[in-house]
Structures are given as C-alpha cells and as structure tokens.
C-alpha cells in the first residue's frame, strides 16, 4: 500500500503538517518555559531574601516562628517551605526531609514527594543562612493542567493530521484505483486485439483525463495504421495471389498437357511476364517502405520542379495522344526547391500516370508547376475524370488505400502512397480538390506544396492556407 | 567477350554462364571474394560482373575499390539483391560502370554487358552515326534515310542516337528510360513502346526494310542485318 502513489503523497502530506506544527509548537514551548520560569525564579529569589531578612533581624526562631505562620495560613498549596540546620535536619517548613538537591545555593528543578499531595514537579531556590539552609520552592500545580493541555493538543493535532491524512491518501487511492482499473481493463481489451475500445474520459482537464485524452489520439493512430497494415497485407495478398495464380496454373497445365515446344515457349514466356508483376508489386512496395524511412532526405540537391515536369509531361504525351487527351504544361519562371530529383520524377510521373488512366478519352489533363508569392513551389495535375468522393480525398491519401474507381485498373494500386510518401519526405502536404467539373465529370486537381528550406511548412498548417489554392492558369486553362 | 562472372549463387552462376556462352561469350566464373580478386586482378577481361554480397571477407565494392585503385578499368557490373537508391549510388560511386538487381532478365543482362563493352572502347559524340541507310549527326543534329530529311523532337532524336549508338544490340526499355529520360525507376506503363512505335512512324513506315525491331521479351534493336 505504502507503494501507491496516493498513499505515499498524503503519508508526505502528513509529515509536512508535523513538521509544520512543531515549527508552531517549538517556540511555544520555549516562550511558555523561558518567561515563566524566569518569572517563578524571581519571586523564590524574592521570598527567600524576606525570610533571610527575617532570619537577620529575628534570628533562627524568628524565622522559624515565621515559617510555621506562614504554613498554617497557607491558602495555595503549593508553597515549599523548608529550614533546616547544618546537618540538613528540618527545623521548620512543610516539608519531611531535604530533597534531592545539594545543599549550595542556587535553583534547581526537581520531582519531590509532597507527601499527601504526591509527587509533583517543583521549582526550588536553596540559600544559605550561616549554619542554616532554607529552601524555597513552588509546586508546579498550577501549571500542570496547562502543561498537559499543551501536550494533549499537540498529541491531538498530531493524531488528526495522521488519521485524515491516510484516510485522505487511502480515498484518494480508491478513487485513482477505479479510473486505473477502467483504463486498465480497456488496455488489456486491446491488448487482446479489440482496438475499438477507448479510454473512458470526463469533461474536466484533470491529469488523468488528460492521459486518457492523450492515449486515445494514440489508439486512433495506432487503429488507423493496423487498419492500414491490414489493408496493406490484403492487397498485397490479393495483387500477388493473381499472378501466382496465373503462374501456378500456367506451369500445371504446361506439365499436365505437354503441348508442342513452340507452344510451350510461349507459355514460359507468360510465366516470366507473370514472375515480373509479382517482382514489380515488391519493388514498389520496397521503395516505398525506403522513401517512408525517410533516408533519401541526404540525397536532397537543387532541382528545377518545371524542368521534371516537363520531361515528365513530354514523357507521357504519347500515351495521351493515343487516348486523344490534350495534356497541356504550364510553369511561370524558375522552380528550384531542394529535392530529391529521382523520387520527384517518379512522383510526377505517377500523377499524370493516374490522371491517364482516369481521364476520359478526348479529356483533358493539365500539369501546372508555379512558383507561389510566398516562395513556396506547387504542383498541381488535373484531369477531368471522374474524380474523388470528398469521404474517399481523405483515404486515398492514406496508405495504401485503393479507391473504388481503382479496382480493376492496372497498376499496383501503390500510385498515391508513393506520391505521399514523396511529398511528406520534402516536407510537404499532397491535396485533393475537385477539378473544374466539366461534362459531367467531378475531375480531380492534385496538388503538392513544397516549400523552400529557409522556412519549411508545416503540411498540417499549409493544408489551411491552401484549402483554396490560386487559381492554376495551366490548370485552368484545360479544365474549363 | 571475355567475361568474369563473381556470383556464389550456384544456381544464378550457371543460368548467367549458360546464357553469356550460347550468347557466344566465354565466362570465367569465381563463386567467392578472394578467388573474384585474384582473377579480376591477374586476367584481362572485357566485363565483369560481380555479385555485390560475397561469401568470406571480401564483398563485391571492396574487389572494385581495390581494382580501381590498382588502375584497373575493366568495365564492371554490379549484380546486387538491394534495390534501394541508395544503394545503387553507392555501387556506382565505389567504382562500378552499371548495377543491376536482382531478381534481373536474362536480355537484361546481356544488353548491358554489350553497352558496357561498346562504352569502354570510346565513344565519339561528333562521329555521325549509320545503320543502314539512316544517318544522324549529333552536331547538326540532322537526321536523314536515304535521301529523305527526318524532323524529330529533341527527345526522339536523343531516343534514337541512343539506339544507333547501340546498333545491332539489343536496347532493354529500363536502359532506355534510364539513358533517354533519365529516369531511374519504373513507372509502369508501356509508354516506352508508344514513344518507339513514333519514332518507327518517322524513320521506317515508308521504307520497305525496318530498321528499328522489337526483340521479343528483351527490348529493340538497330540493325541493317537481314
């Protein structure tokens, strides 16, 4: 128990409090001792120098007529009187027998049996009158009711303070314990694999609900990649399964049929080409676990966007032509970012790859790379294909995630991982807006801020600022 | 050719000898480090393809690092299983004139050891160039078949000096999007083939005998031969 935290902090709370109340209770104390005894001291110095001046003046039976007058009317009961001779034989006074004190001079503080009345503590003053000793004392009666109060109070507070400080340190364990315990119970729920749970949190900002507000941004994450691990593994397992398919089957007829060797040359040859699309979906899956280590970064040199793009468009204009689609290019002026200019090219070439196979025949696709005011260089391609369901912008861009419209069409279905992929490595964010709808169509316009090293964007904050990008002449231009 | 292959794959060994021999190349072959220095070293060969990973102390770039240092020019293709960027650039910085990964075709490797060849004995960027009937000056940048001009787009013209640099090997579409775009992975398309299929519209489609061939599972080739 002494291991629970909140056992532990109340116990530190307690002895902070004692410590708190001794600081109290110490000069107290010592107040309370030093001016009131100071002050009984002065008055047995004062009693006894009258008895030594009645010793003076009336001589030894004087005195001890004085002393036994003294006694009889004594109202208070707690004066100590005492006379004795050299031999410290009582001569008068209240008392049976010489205490436990020496016979010099001088005050002490002693435990004297007062005879029906006790032991009492008792405050002493010996002096010496020739061959006489007198001793004058008070009992501490008087203040003995207060003494004990000081101590029963301090022994009270004490007692409190540590009793509600471990009944607080105990309720609050309780408390802790059955938040503890939910969080506990959900975490082993998704220990076992249900990651739907989520911590139960509250509309305060405590520190637990805090931690639980933290974690379950964790588990959405966390949810969120498993969900793509599982996605991942399953078109994985669907785009290697068809052409391992295709193999199997194409080798078990080769040997079930045993067909002529021309014929059996051509269908090795489909195998090979079926052995190649197993090793292309593995290369690009690869690349793009390589680009997500982010470990090109150090093969970041000066590359002219416009220039890739270019090349990228010149490189596709054949295919577009085939289709009939006017693929147009624009760029205004110098377009230098730090970069990587091999997977920026690839990036390039896979978004007017996509806008290719998703424009229609006589569309339109425009590639436009401008250099913003801010410095910052953008890339946009556009089509006027059937675009993007805004629900489905947000998940084309997650990972591995193959839109409804990309089933059946060829490729790895890895396209927009790797342009993301890409993207995040130069810091940058990839957008999805609709293009100018034209016949009918929603289009789709690309678009992918980088912006200069002096000062990178942050793609979450730049995702506001170009929710409304600048109208794209190149883009434009085609779309409308 | 004479060919040293330094691969310790058994398997991949005797696919590559086997090929590199009915190409009509002879082949020697070194299955770990120490014995691939030694014959890299001691023996003149025209290529040698040489296996990055290695059996025993000695990789693949170390035999290279130590070759160029000794002033061995040999030209040298590095057969590697690490396909990343990174990898490759440090392959080709460690000495090496070309890498290929593997898994890799047969044509692949056949086409590469050829270019590789032809690089090493000099090129002349002004020598104009012939197959055939067909000229290309790289100076005037002027194209000709027969007695007939041909226009072409910088990038076709460049598509093609490539190919003519090449004549009569076979040109795989990888080295051809690598030496003419300069593109350094796959995009996936046939684009390639769209891009020879204009080219063969301007310099074959009114000539009886084609010139530029597509060779089957491999890639194209000039060639005036029959």
Known sequence: ?480 | MKILLVEDNERVSQFVIKGLQEAGHTTDHAGNGRDGMFLAASEPYDVIIMDRMLPGDIDGLAIIEVLRKAGKSTPILILSALSEVDDRIRGLRSGGDDYLTKPFAFGELLARLDALHRRAHGVNHEIPLTVGNLHLDPMTRKVSRGDRQITLQPREFKLLEYLMRHADQVVTRTMLLENVWDYHFDPQTNVVDVHISKLRQKIDAEFERPLLRTVRNAGYMVTAAE
Do not use: C
């Not at chain 1, 031999?87 to 209240?94: D, T, V």
């Not at chain 1, 229609?360 to 425009?366: R, V």
């Open chain 1, 1 to 480: 128990m002494i291991r629970s935290s909140a056992v532990s902090l109340a116990l530190g709370y307690v002895v902070l409090g004692l410590l708190a109340l001794v600081l109290f209770a110490a000069p107290l104390w010592y107040a309370w001792e030093g001016t009131i005894r100071a002050g009984r001291v002065e008055i047995l110095q004062a009693d006894a120098q009258r008895l030594t001046d009645i010793y003076r003046r009336d001589g030894v039976d004087g005195l001890k007529n004085f002393i036994d007058a003294r006694i009889n009317m004594q109202i208070a009961g707690d004066r100590i009187l005492l006379l004795t001779d050299a031999s410290r034989r009582p001569l008068a006074g209240n008392l049976a027998a010489w205490p436990n004190v020496p016979a010099v001079p001088g005050d002490y503080r002693i435990q004297i049996d007062m005879g029906e009345r006790g032991m009492q503590a008792a405050l002493l003053h010996v002096a010496s009158l020739g061959r006489y000793n007198l001793l004058v004392g008070r009992d501490n009666r008087l203040f003995a009711p207060l003494e004990r109060r000081f101590w029963y109070g301090l022994t009270g507070a004490i007692t409190v303070l540590f009793i509600a400080g471990l009944l607080i340190g105990l309720i609050t364990r309780r408390a802790l314990m059955s938040r503890v315990d939910s969080i506990r119970q959900t975490i082993s729920a998704i220990i076992h694999g249900d990651l739907k749970h989520r911590l139960p949190t509250h509309l305060s900002d405590d520190e637990l609900n805090t931690l639980s507000r933290i974690i379950n941004g964790m588990l959405d994450q966390i949810e969120l990649l498993v969900h793509g691990v599982r996605n991942v593994s399953n078109s994985i397992a669907h785009d290697l399964r068809t052409p391992l398919a295709e193999l199997r089957s194409r080798l078990e007829e080769l040997a079930l049929i045993r067909p002529s060797s021309e014929e059996t040359f051509v269908e090795i040859d489909g195998a090979v080409a079926d052995v190649d699309r197993v090793i292309r979906i593995f290369d690009a899956l690869l690349r793009l676990a390589e680009i997500d280590a982010g470990m090109r970064r150090s093969g970041f040199v000066a590359v002219d966007v416009a220039d890739l793009a270019s090349t990228a468009v010149e490189f596709y204009a054949p295919a577009a032509e085939l289709k009939d689609i006017a693929l147009t290019f624009h760029s205004n002026g110098p377009t230098t970012v730090a970069g990587d200019p091999v997977l920026l090219a690839q990036a390039l070439s896979n978004l007017i790859d996509n806008a290719l196979k998703f424009a229609p025949e006589n569309g339109m696709i425009g590639v436009a790379v401008l250099r913003r005011a801010d410095g910052a260089v953008q890339i946009a391609v556009a089509d006027n294909g059937p675009g993007i369901t805004d629900p489905e912008k947000t998940k084309v861009v997650e990972r591995f995630y193959r839109g409804d419209a990309s089933r059946g069409t060829p490729g790895v279905g890895l396209g927009l991982s790797l342009v993301q992929a890409v993207a995040k490595l130069h810091g940058s964010a990839l957008e999805l807006f609709d293009g100018t709808p034209g016949d009918g169509n929603r289009g789709l316009r690309v678009v992918l801020t980088i912006f200069p090293e002096s000062a990178p964007g942050t793609p979450a904050g730049s995702g506001k600022a170009a929710a409304e990008p600048p109208s794209l002449p190149g883009v434009a231009a085609t779309t409308s």
